[in-house]
């Protein structure tokens, strides 16, 4: 297999994203969080992504050439309109101007919305956690999975994103989607060709199933049965209904460059823990500290961390099947 440095890789993917009609911000923007997910071993939110967003830019379900905006309507509210572009040159933006804001108030929140795809929500919490904040991340997702009793389709695989500074040391980050798996996956085994797990999805009837097609087409099992379900409702209502995205069932597919633009949504919070006691990351690493020292414990985040150093050093694996793809996108 195939090795590529995250500069290679990074160029790779920027290049087919601007001949497909994004412009180079945009390009270096998805290009750096699709690079860093695969680097941190997230190969469903990582360079399998770049066809179908090439393809999404040619449909113009996906805009290459806008930019996000943002207003201000309170002291420790940012609204940003990532204008049916992808996500991620809007959380950039919310990266960049939350810091200052929750340091002023003391927590501050900055809504996204017609927006797309966040790929993988941890990295945004952990920049924010990298610069001393505590941060969470709500994203809603196209449907995917059925209300607790139902059949249809109502709420996305809605990740939840969570990040803490600790003194001395990277972040704690816990990113976690409500199916029981992460849709992107799927497609990934689609792509490969591979049979999924039988506990992942279910068909269109309702049957479990370990084909990656039958799965994009019928429902994801939720994290925790009732209680996953339970979180997605939450995660809708924050990062839809609060921020005036298109709820789960009126988005179009991430998977796809059929339909109009997803225009989906996000919510970032971010706290300045100093604000509420003195001492906060000092606090958290002793936490982190009782859990490592267990035999066999590990924190949230740390795999990520350790695939993320191996890839800076060797550089990724990719197949040549993914390589040839993005090529000819």
């Known amino acids: ?23 180079e911000a945009n390009a270096a923007s998805v290009a750096r969080a699709l690079v860093g997910a695969e ?20 449909s113009k379900k996906a805009l290459g050439d806008v930019a996000p905006v943002l207003s201000r309507p309170r002291p420790g509210a940012l609204v940003i309109d990532a204008a049916h572009g992808f996500a991620y040159p809007a959380l950039d933006l919310a990266i960049e101007v939350l810091p200052e804001a929750a340091r002023v108030q003391g927590i501050a929140a900055a809504s996204i919305f017609r927006s797309h795809h966040c790929g993988a929500a941890g990295r945004p919490v952990e920049a924010l956690a990298d610069a001393g904040l505590v941060a969470l991340l709500f994203a809603n997702t196209p449907a995917a999975m059925a209300p607790w009793g139902g059949s249809k389709a109502v709420f996305g695989t809605d990740p939840i994103a969570f990040a803490c500074p600790l003194a001395g040391k990277p972040p704690i980050v816990v990113d976690l989607s409500l199916s029981k798996v992460a849709r ?3 497609l990934a085994a689609k792509q490969r060709g591979e049979a999924i797990p039988g506990d992942w999805a279910f068909d269109s009837e309702g049957r479990p199933t370990t084909d990656p097609d039958a799965a994009l087409a019928g429902t994801m099992a939720p994290m925790g049965e009732a209680k996953g379900v339970a979180l997605a409702l939450m995660v809708e209502l924050l990062a839809a209904g609060l921020t005036g995205a298109n709820y789960a069932a009126d988005a179009s597919s991430f998977l796809d460059d059929k339909g109009g633009p997803p225009s989906t949504g996000q919510l970032i919070v971010a706290i300045d823990p100093e604000a509420f006691s003195s001492g906060a990351p000092e606090r958290f690493a002793t936490l982190a500290a009782s859990i490592e020292a267990q035999d066999g ?10 695939l993320r150093q191996t890839a800076a050093r060797d550089g990724l694996k990719v197949s040549d099947q993914i390589i040839s793809q993005i090529e000819a996108a």
Not at 1 to 12: F, G, K, R, W
């Open 1 to 23: 297999m195939p090795m590529l440095s995250l500069d290679d890789a990074h160029a790779l993917v920027s290049a087919a994203l601007r001949r497909n009609g994004a412009n």
């Open 297 to 306: 414990a590990r924190l949230p985040g740390a795999r990520r961390l350790a």
């Open 184 to 186: 992107g996956n799927i």
């Open 39 to 58: 680097a941190d071993g997230l190969k469903g939110h990582g360079l399998s992504r770049v066809p179908t967003y090439c393809g999404q830019l040619r």
